[in-house]
């Protein structure tokens, strides 16, 4: 009897430490490829393209319609030292040339980022509207 009540107690302590420790692990930004995971992140409005690529931190943002409005995105940041709401900390855009623009920002893990694209503007919240999408929040 004791040694099951024992048993149990830790079964139930690896499980609550389990629990515990996954959700307390911030989210990472994971997209497949042909070769395997990478923590690679796109953004797709049907116009355009927004990547966060993991290896150098840097985004690119790709118009992909030649209808004259091209492509904006944005990154915005929360922070968990100081959870203030999300702040936009940098802008990138492409349109109008053959190339994709590209925009290096280092992506920590000190709190979370969230992608915004848009057709025709700049994205100024987090928010999906008609012509802007969103990604899920995401860390290093």
């Known amino acids: 009897m004791l040694g099951s009540k024992l048993a149990?107690?830790?079964a139930v302590a690896a499980t609550a430490a389990t629990v515990l420790s996954a959700s307390a692990?911030?989210?990472v930004a994971l997209e497949e490829d042909g070769v395997g995971v990478l923590g690679n992140k796109t953004l797709d409005i049907g116009s355009g393209t927004m990547t966060f690529i993991d290896d150098?931190?840097?985004f690119k943002i790709c118009d992909t319609?030649?209808?004259g409005e091209g492509v904006y995105g944005a990154l915005f940041y929360n922070s968990y030292v100081k959870p203030n709401g999300w702040d936009r900390v940098m802008k990138v855009a492409d349109g109008g040339d053959a190339s994709c623009g590209k925009?290096?920002?280092n992506v920590g893990n000190g709190g979370?980022?969230?992608m915004a694209l848009c057709s025709g503007r700049y994205p100024t919240s987090i928010l999906n509207t008609p012509d802007c999408r969103v990604t899920g929040s995401f860390n290093e």
């Open 8 to 10: 149990r107690a830790v």
């Open 25 to 27: 692990y911030p989210a």
């Open 56 to 58: 150098g931190d840097v």
């Open 65 to 67: 319609v030649k209808d």
């Open 103 to 105: 925009q290096p920002h």
């Open 112 to 114: 979370q980022y969230i």
